[in-house]
């Protein structure tokens, strides 16, 4: 008998081939998937041998255990207790599949050609389905079990198919991703017996039957029953047909698998209903798995693609957020950050564009990383500048000292890639930084097609225009910012730096100091921690943070 890795509450149950040995992880591609965080990526790998498994520990982060032990390679038993990392598996001769399906469901009489049954316990189909069959069951659990993509799960669902039935074409229907039971069921794969692609649909009358009251259908001459009148049945000469819904957890309809003769009246009989019952509860099992992997892995993708914009803590709170995305947004309190390259223009003039784009992606990668390691979220590239920001849509009491923490490595990390850069013969980069704090619209700019997240506000505007009056090398930062830093900064007041076309109040600039340009900086200058002042030099002014005061206050 085949054995298998069962959970003692029996919600995990994974049928194990003597064929090849397998990985089991955290990770989505793994062979026997487990998606638990105390599960490493790669955990351990499994193979049947004889009548026991071998266990191998791929140095796993919390061990692999077999009946409390720890070990790192070593063979279990059926009754055996296996431990990985938190989730236990005991070894099991598996006697038969085991399919989960509800009560059968109440039906109509069925028509004189028409065979309907209710689909009650798939095990009650299994014990009918003797001999050769039983055994073709069970391979069919263990091929199943083992194929990793739902394209190539329905591929072999169909081969499957035609090697137990006399059948000329063989089809799967699935319901449309989000949509229930009633809608149109979606063709995904059809052949005929030769292995070509059935172009002409199959007959929807028997497959939205099947898959809306949940029933499977035996018709000896379909040609003859007058409730497929109409249907394209007749038109594809069917002559006899076999169809049993896909049903999952919860009695969830996920599609119909369907089998049809073109040649022959009495094609298919009562054994042939109770196998493809059986056979479509594994392959059912089997789909609705490899579903919740592709949608496992789709969920990866989008949350990636949130960590591109977003710290990974603040893309996974974004990704977990229920309801749709719409236009519209709040107004609140933010800190933004500009950084542009000064010169780009001559740089860029002065290389070939390949090797241009290769460094501007080296400093954008290190400046973006930047931003993430002190908590701030990326709004956009513009040209050669980055825009970043604090406050939005989380907020910290700190958002302004985050920000000028990032600055300042920012300009470290430069620092470091144009002695690098200078070493391999390439052009050094210069950037000024600006920051402003304030209030501004936060949201979903766009249309419902094409949505940005980002930020709009005279708020926006000034930190650019700060970012425009530096020099290579500045940290320039406003007042507000300045009133906001809860640790000591040097700073020194600019009186000469007056942003252009600023229609607010007048502006107090403030450099972060050091703010020299990076090719005049002396070695190790940008080290200076944030929190330790560097000593008085001529015409620097230290000006202490002002503590923000208690929530009512007013200054």
């Known amino acids: 008998m085949p054995l298998a890795l069962v959970s003692p509450s029996g919600d995990r149950r994974f049928v194990l081939p003597e064929t090849a040995a397998l990985v089991l992880g955290r990770d989505t591609t793994c062979d026997l ?87 009650g316990s798939p095990s009650d189909a299994v014990e009918a389905v003797a001999g050769k069959r039983l055994s073709q069951l069970v391979a069919v659990a263990q091929r199943l079990g083992g194929l990793a993509r739902l394209e190539a799960l329905l591929s072999r669902i169909v081969d499957d198919a035609f090697e137990a039935f006399d059948a000329d074409r063989v089809a799967i229907l699935l319901v449309p991703d989000g949509a229930d039971a009633n809608a149109d069921l979606e063709m995904r794969m059809a052949r005929d017996r030769h292995g070509a692609a059935v172009a002409r649909p199959v007959p929807r ?27 394209s049945v007749g038109l594809q000469a069917v002559r006899s047909a076999l169809a049993a819904p896909l049903i999952g957890e919860g009695r969830k309809t996920l599609g119909v698998l369907y089998v049809d003769n073109l040649r022959d009246v009495n094609a298919f009989n009562e054994a042939d209903l109770d196998f493809l019952v059986a056979y479509a509860g ?45 236009l519209g947004g709040v107004r609140q309190r933010v800190v933004v950050l500009f950084s542009d390259i000064r010169g780009f223009t001559e740089v860029a003039e002065s290389l070939p564009p390949d090797q241009m784009a290769a460094q501007l992606n080296e400093y954008f990668a ?5 931003v993430f390691r002190h908590d ?35 300009q470290r990390e430069l620092t470091q890639l144009n002695a690098r850069w200078t070493a391999e013969g390439r052009s050094a980069l210069h950037a000024g930084i600006g920051i402003n704090a304030g209030d501004a619209f936060v949201g979903n700019i766009g ?109």
């Open 33 to 119: 998937p487990i998606l638990d965080p105390g599960v490493s990526r790669r955990h351990a790998e499994v193979r049947v041998d004889g009548d026991g498994v071998m266990l191998q520990d791929l140095s796993s982060r919390n061990g692999t255990w077999l009946n409390g032990q720890r070990v790192g390679k070593a063979r279990a038993r059926v009754g055996d207790l296996i431990s990985f990392g938190p989730v236990e598996l005991a070894v099991v001769e598996e006697a038969a599949p085991r399919v989960s399906v509800t009560a059968p469901f109440a039906l109509d009489g069925a028509a004189t050609m028409v065979r309907e049954r209710a689909m």
């Open 205 to 231: 009358t028997i497959t939205n039957g099947v898959a809306q009251r949940q029933v499977s259908w035996l018709l000896h001459d379909a040609s003859l029953d007058e409730r497929l009148s109409g249907d």
């Open 282 to 326: 594994i392959a059912a099992a089997a789909m609705e798995r490899e579903q919740s992997v592709d949608r496992l892995r789709e969920a990866t993708r989008v949350r990636e693609n949130f960590e591109r914009y977003f710290t990974p803590q603040l893309a996974d709170r974004i990704a977990n957020q229920r309801g749709n995305v719409v």
């Open 366 to 370: 290190a400046m973006v990383e930047c």
């Open 376 to 410: 701030g979220a990326l709004d956009k590239f513009i040209g050669d500048a980055l825009m970043a920001y604090w406050g939005a849509p989380v907020s910290h009491l700190d958002d302004a000292d985050r920000a000028v923490r990032a600055a300042l490595d920012m």
């Open 447 to 555: 249309s419902p097609r094409r949505l940005e997240y980002t930020l709009i506000g005279d708020t926006v505007n000034l930190a650019n225009r700060l970012c425009s009056l530096a020099r290579g090398g500045d940290v320039l930062i406003s007042d507000d910012v300045r009133s906001h830093l809860t640790e000591s900064v040097p700073l020194r007041e600019r009186p000469e730096l007056v942003p252009e076309r600023h229609r607010g109040p007048a502006v107090t600039v403030y450099g972060v100091e050091p703010s020299v340009p990076h090719h005049l900086a002396p070695t190790g200058m940008f080290n200076t921690p944030l929190s330790v002042p560097p000593s008085e030099g001529p015409g620097t002014t230290l000006r202490p943070a002002i503590p923000r005061p208690p929530a009512g206050d007013e200054r």
